[in-house]
C-alpha cells in the first residue's frame, strides 16, 4: 500500500488493522480461557402454593373488573383500585427467595 499510495492510504487503513488485530487477539484470549465452574448449584426458588395461585387470579378477575368499571364510568380513583388489585396478584404470586 506505501508503494501504490504512499503514506497517506496507508495512514488512513491504520485504525482498521488496529481494530482487525485487536478482534484476533479478543478471539484468542477467548478460546484459551476456560469459564469458570459456578461456585454453587443454583437453587430453584420454591414455588408458590395452589392458595397463592388461587388468590393471585381471584385479585387479577376483579381488578379487571373494577378496572373495567372505572373505565367506563369515568372515575379515575375506581380504576386506579382496579389497577393496585391487579398488581397485588402478581406480587401475591412472585416467587420468593
Known amino acids: 500500500m506505501l508503494e ?14 488496529r481494530g482487525a488485530l485487536f478482534r484476533v487477539r479478543l478471539a484468542r484470549l477467548r478460546v484459551a480461557t476456560p469459564k469458570p465452574l459456578p461456585a454453587e448449584p443454583a437453587v430453584a426458588p420454591e414455588s408458590p402454593g395452589h ?3 388461587l388468590a393471585a387470579t381471584v385479585l ?3 381488578g379487571a373488573g373494577v378496572f373495567a368499571a372505572g373505565a367506563t ?3 379515575w380513583p375506581v380504576w386506579a383500585l382496579g389497577l393496585a388489585l391487579f398488581a397485588s396478584g402478581v406480587l401475591v404470586y412472585s ?3
Do not use: D, I, N, Q
Open 4 to 17: 501504490l499510495g504512499g503514506a497517506g492510504v496507508a495512514e488512513t487503513l491504520l485504525p482498521e488493522w
Open 51 to 53: 392458595g397463592e395461585a
Open 60 to 62: 387479577a378477575v376483579s
Open 73 to 75: 364510568l369515568g372515575l
Open 95 to 97: 416467587p420468593r427467595p
